[in-house]
């Protein structure tokens, strides 16, 4: 079994590979980001007195839904670096 997923793919597919990952990491975090100052200006709106803890729950969760996903592009960009892609 292969440590690197990543080996037995083409070099045209690993930098298909590569790019999605880095298309949708860069999504998440725009969405993370518009999130985080649409929740701070709601903040700043209504104030923080009596606001329901379940409300940071997403901005909890979001760097850790995408830990897997920054794995993923690091060891495709690993693999093109020791294929001198």
Known sequence: ????????????????????????????GVVFLLGVIAFIALLA???AKGFPFVAFTPFIVMPVTMLPL???LNLANKEIKSRNL
């Open 45 to 47: 709106i209504k104030g």
């Open 70 to 72: 920054f794995i993923n």
């Open 1 to 28: 079994m292969n440590k690197n997923i990543y080996e037995s793919l083409t070099n045209e597919e690993l930098i298909k590979k590569r790019n999605t990952l880095k298309g949708v990491s860069i999504g998440f």
